[in-house]
T-cell receptor, first 115, second 111 residues
């Protein structure tokens, strides 16, 4: 059973470009979470999605960031007009549906570098 | 979700038990204690979780005090590959409720 997959693993963008990060959850998981980890810091929650729905985006910056989880295909975290402060590791996690006492399984992350 | 307090760093000799403490004095009755670890910037790895009973799996044991205000993660025979940052998280077990990661404990296993 494949784990959570993220791509690309490393992404370099110039200031002002767009970054698209993809996450494929574990098989059978319909809940996806995105976290950001700045250098030397812990993970910070960004957004929680189910298929075709954003459930909680309380951790997302108000501008330039968006996320989706379409009916078909991976979840996408999109960062428009990137700035140097967006340089971080972005982790995706997934969990099963319908249970509260559950664990989230994390992917390997995408390391975004803005030059 | 309740706040947790962990020592910033610990050392452990290879082959010995590593005991990682966590204080969560404001934990509420419906909050679980979870442990994750992150090895050198990889994605966090689930270790174990529990509500009030002690738990054991193939990776570790979780000891929760009777008043649930603190807990200890035990790695019975630490190896060099257990060197990582260990996060203690308390959260309400509700679908969609995210995990709040603090700064964790950086465990170094020494040969």
């Amino acid at each position: 059973n494949a784990g959570v997959m993220q791509n690309p693993r490393h992404l370099v963008r110039r200031r002002g470009q767009e970054a698209r990060l993809r996450c494929s959850p574990m098989k059978g998981h319909s809940h996806v979470y995105w976290y950001r980890q700045l250098p030397e810091e812990g993970l910070k929650f960004m957004v929680y999605l189910q298929k075709e729905n954003i459930i909680d985006e309380s951790g997302m910056p108000k501008e330039r960031f968006s996320a989706e989880f379409p009916k078909e295909g991976p979840s996408i975290l999109r960062i428009q007009q990137v700035v140097r402060g967006d340089s971080a590791a972005y982790f995706c996690a997934s969990s099963q549906q319908g249970t509260g006492d559950y664990e989230q399984y994390f992917g390997p992350g995408t390391r975004l570098t803005v030059t | 979700d309740a706040k947790t307090t962990q020592p910033p760093s610990m050392d452990c000799a290879e082959g010995r038990a590593a005991n990682l403490p966590c204080n969560h004095s404001t934990i509420s009755g419906n909050e679980y204690v979870y442990w994750y670890r992150q090895i050198h910037s990889q994605g966090p790895q689930y270790i174990i979780h529990g509500l009030k009973n002690n738990e054991t799996n193939e990776m570790a044991s979780l000891i929760i005090t009777e008043d649930r205000k603190s807990s200890t993660l035990i790695l019975p025979h630490a190896t060099l590959r257990d060197t990582a940052v260990y996060y203690c998280i308390v959260r309400v077990a509700r679908t969609g409720n995210q995990f709040y990661f603090g700064t964790g404990t950086s465990l170094t296993v020494i040969p």
